[in-house]
């Protein structure tokens, strides 16, 4: 094990650590720091140390809603030389996040000059230029900074303090959100709205079991600060809320308009030019020829203002939106991860429940200390007002002890039984307060102070009446702050690249060779035979379609790949491995080809004699690992897939290697998107396993056909009137072939 010593500078110089006892404390000690000093917010006021240090300078100097604009840099430099010795680029951008409306649902700071734009949030001016001064939300959370409400700490250099929250009058953690990196975890935390956030608040301060399905009746769900729409189904929100992680999608908001389709509302975060741009490469490359021009007419009136202009106004403009959200960020995802600092001081992901408790909590004991800080205040005032009238009873004594005695104080304070303070206060009397009126003033301060003490102490020992005013305190804040929500929730079909908008359609066959090499041919019905192959190589597999559609590879592990055809190589050469484009198992083999309709349908089948109906859709995967389709018993081998024709007495014929055949109807068998299947013939395990008894082949016919049998160069023909004895429900051993065709070569119909 190395040792190393610690530095000289250091205490202990003599102790010795072993390097990984080293690494460890001083990795933990850092990741601690980014944690809980840097990067996540605290459940009370939603704020990370730096957003806070930031309002706090901000009021320290007075620029509160109502006064002046001062120079950001002034703040900054508070900031900086007080509270925040870090880096001023980092500190005055996390400033300016906190003043861009389009970023934060509610600022916190109320920015003159150029802060930022929507379409280019990086593209604000140095904080020489800018100006700055807080907005009346963030007096919510300093109101009762002075009020006793919370804990202070020792600046950076112990000369100052500051305090370690705010005692926030709304749970700014959810309404602004917060995004941060730490070390081994993260926060994404999107914004909601104030009046559904308080209401769900109320609700659950009224009713503390409450699940999360309850408090989904007020919070619909995120509300950016733009106003795309919400497509995440409610089910999957309320999930999310439950978990405390998750996604959601947020798309743009569009109307046709005579040929035109006009964007008028983006994602949060999304950049019109970024759109502008991402459309414009798709014009460029003929994916989206239905367009013939792009205009941005976004002004001060219309901040997201984006003309798409239609060829011609038979376009089926819905379908062309459905590809751009598909395909550009006019549709995006947003990671949601609850991970906040909790009234304990440790990070965890909570729930929404778990989270608007927790700041019910926080707000209950900043309102009780706030309470109990104005009622200590009421109790001293009322101490003195009775040491007061005590003087004002024997005025002429209190003034002779004052002006002939020494130890006037000492003697005040034997002479009538004062403490201290009274005669503090009694002493720092102005002559003008011992006029008759003072004393009348007094005794009215007197009885208010008694009835507000006396309602403070019904609030402090009454549960009900401290519920009563949070609540109150909250509806206040909710009718002077709260709006109307932006993002709406929409139910909307998933948006998918339609390949018809990425190239005009025309027939094409594609060629797959036994070493799994790919090409594509233009036309049908074209001789295949002049094909050029590699050395050992020749035809595997061949499927005709039309450029536009998906075509799909499997391999003998099970798996479906896809690719459009129009992105195959020519077949003028010999193509390209399939092993560029995709990433299969070591051990797999390329097996076949299929091109065709969405609404085809697929038999597929394991040599162990499980299979199950596939439609070609579900076999179209984006994935380069490919999609596992066919899950394969202990040493089977999947087979070459068969079409189900459009016949509703179609039937699958399956042989094997010792000649047995047996027959079942299509309509017995599932239809799965993956999986093993149902047992369609009955073949032993353990023979599977050691290979000795496996279906070879199977074919899907109709009635109409005729079976065909090859042994050799000997055929057996199998015509519906004699297929009865091959006939039966699925999962049957199969009936033997007459001799001489029990070693069989190929099955097919005809």
């Not at 030019?273 to 239905?290: G, R, V, Y």
């Not at 205009?295 to 984006?306: F, G, Q, V, Y």
């Not at 109990?372 to 001293?380: G, H, S």
């Not at 206060?425 to 009348?440: G, H, T, V, Y």
């Amino acid at each position: 094990m190395t040792d190393i010593s610690l530095p000289d500078n250091q205490l202990h110089t003599t102790d010795q650590l072993a390097l990984s006892e080293y690494a460890e404390k001083s990795y933990l000690n850092y990741s601690m720091y980014v944690i809980l000093d840097r990067a996540l917010p605290h459940i009370g006021d939603g704020l990370k140390p730096v957003q806070r240090r930031i309002i706090y300078a901000m009021s320290e100097l007075g620029l509160k809603h109502t006064a002046k604009y001062k120079k950001s840099a002034r703040t900054i430099g508070d900031v900086l030389g007080k509270y925040h010795p870090h880096g001023e680029s980092a500190c005055y951008e996390a400033m300016v996040l906190m003043a861009q409306s389009f970023y934060y649902r509610y600022p916190l700071i109320d920015g003159q000059g150029n802060w930022g734009a929507a379409d280019d949030p990086k593209s604000f001016a140095a904080m020489r230029y800018t100006e700055a001064r807080l907005t009346p939300y963030a007096e919510l959370l300093l109101n009762e900074l002075e009020q006793g409400t919370v804990n202070w700490d020792s600046n950076f250099d112990g000369t100052m303090e500051e305090p370690h929250y705010f005692p926030a009058q709304l749970p700014t953690i959810l309404l602004n959100g917060a995004s941060g990196i730490a070390v081994g975890m993260s926060t994404d935390i999107p914004p909601h709205n104030l009046r559904e956030v308080a209401a769900a608040v109320i609700h659950l301060i009224d009713n503390p079991k409450a699940t999360v399905e309850d408090l989904c009746q007020y919070i619909q769900g995120p509300d950016y600060c733009t106003a795309a729409e919400i497509i995440t189904p409610r089910r999957d929100l309320i999930e999310l809320y439950r978990q405390g992680k998750g996604s959601l999608k947020a798309r743009a908001v569009y109307e046709y308009d005579d040929g035109e389709i006009v964007i008028h509302a983006l994602p949060h975060q999304v950049s019109s030019t970024k759109i502008l741009s991402q459309i414009a490469d798709q014009m460029q490359k003929k994916k989206i020829p239905m367009l013939s021009d792009l205009r941005d007419e976004s002004d001060h009136e219309n901040p997201i203002r984006l003309i798409l202009v239609l060829r011609s106004k038979r376009v089926d403009y819905e379908q062309l939106m459905q590809h751009l959200f598909a395909s550009t960020d006019l549709e995006r995802s947003y990671r949601v991860n609850l991970n906040v600092i909790g009234i304990n001081g440790k990070p965890e992901v909570k729930s929404l429940t778990t989270l608007l408790s927790e700041w019910i909590l926080f707000r209950k004991e900043t309102v009780l200390k706030r309470i109990q800080y104005r009622l200590n205040k009421i109790i001293t005032r009322l101490h003195i007002l009775d040491g007061l009238l005590i003087a004002f009873l024997n005025l002429n004594v209190v003034i002779q002890i004052i002006r002939d005695e020494e130890e006037s104080k000492v003697i005040l304070m034997t002479r009538f039984q004062w403490t201290e303070t009274q005669v503090n206060a009694i002493l720092e009397l102005k002559l003008r307060q011992l006029a008759k009126l003072e004393e009348i003033k007094i005794r009215n301060e007197q009885i208010a102070l008694c009835k507000e003490k006396e309602a403070l102490d019904k609030i402090i020992n009454s549960e009900s009446k401290l519920k009563t005013l949070m609540k109150k305190e909250i509806l206040g804040f909710v009718n002077q702050f709260g709006d109307m929500r932006r993002s709406k929730l929409m139910v909307r079909k998933e948006a998918q690249i339609l390949p018809e908008m990425s190239v005009n359609e025309e027939p094409v066959t594609v060629i797959l060779s036994q070493k799994g090499w790919v090409r594509m041919s233009k036309g049908h019905e074209q001789d295949l035979s002049k094909l050029n192959y590699k050395a050992n190589d020749c035809q595997l597999s061949v499927a005709e379609g039309k450029s536009n559609q998906w075509a799909v590879f499997l391999d003998s592990t099970g798996r479906a790949y896809s690719v459009y055809a129009h992105h195959l190589p020519s077949a003028r050469g010999y193509g390209e491995p399939l092993t560029g484009r995709f990433n299969p198992p070591v051990e797999a083999k390329f097996i076949a080809v299929l091109l065709n309709l969405e609404a085809a349908q697929y038999v597929f089948m394991s040599d162990s004699g499980y299979g199950f109906i596939v439609s070609y859709k579900a076999l179209c995967s984006k994935n380069k690992a490919g999609k596992l389709v066919l899950t394969l018993p202990k040493g089977a081998h999947a087979l070459t897939p068969r079409m189900i024709p459009d016949s509703q007495t179609a039937a699958v014929g399956m042989v094997t290697n010792e000649g047995r055949l047996w027959i079942i109807s299509v309509n017995d068998m599932p239809v799965l998107s993956k999986g093993k299947g149902n047992k369609l013939m009955q073949i032993p395990p353990n023979r599977v396993v050691k290979r000795l008894e496996y279906i070879i082949d199977f074919v899907v016919f109709s009635e109409k056909n005729i079976l065909i049998i090859q042994s050799g160069k000997r055929k057996l023909k199998l015509p519906a009137a004699e297929r009865a004895h091959y006939l039966g429900p699925r999962g049957r051993r199969g009936n033997k072939l007459p001799r001489g065709f029990q070693k069989v070569d190929a099955i097919y119909c005809e």
